[in-house]
């Protein structure tokens, strides 16, 4: 399967702040945190696409007070574990 997450949808900027990670994206700076565990929501030490995903949407959403929503698209396992 293939899972295209991308930081904003197509009539959004993708927001970058010294903020997030000394100059990362909004959206990068989440990731790399959902993928060392902020996003394992059932607590089994296995981040899986199902709990980025949502993650990744609440976190940036909720950081740029709705100016900026990540957009998801293909076809992929949301069991598929990608981080820990």
């Known amino acids: ?5 991308s930081a904003s949808d197509s009539k959004q900027l993708s927001q970058e702040s ?3 990670g000394g100059g990362h994206g909004v959206f990068t ?11 394992d929501y059932t607590k089994d030490r296995i981040v899986t696409l199902g709990e980025l995903i ?15 929503s990540p957009t998801v698209a293909g ?3 949301p069991a598929l574990a990608i981080g820990r």
């Open 1 to 5: 399967g293939v899972a295209v997450i």
């Open 18 to 20: 010294a903020n997030w």
């Open 29 to 39: 700076y989440f990731l790399l945190k959902g993928l060392k565990g902020d996003a």
């Open 54 to 68: 949502p993650y990744l949407s609440e976190e940036v959403r909720r950081e740029t007070q709705n100016a900026q």
């Open 75 to 77: 076809k992929f396992d």
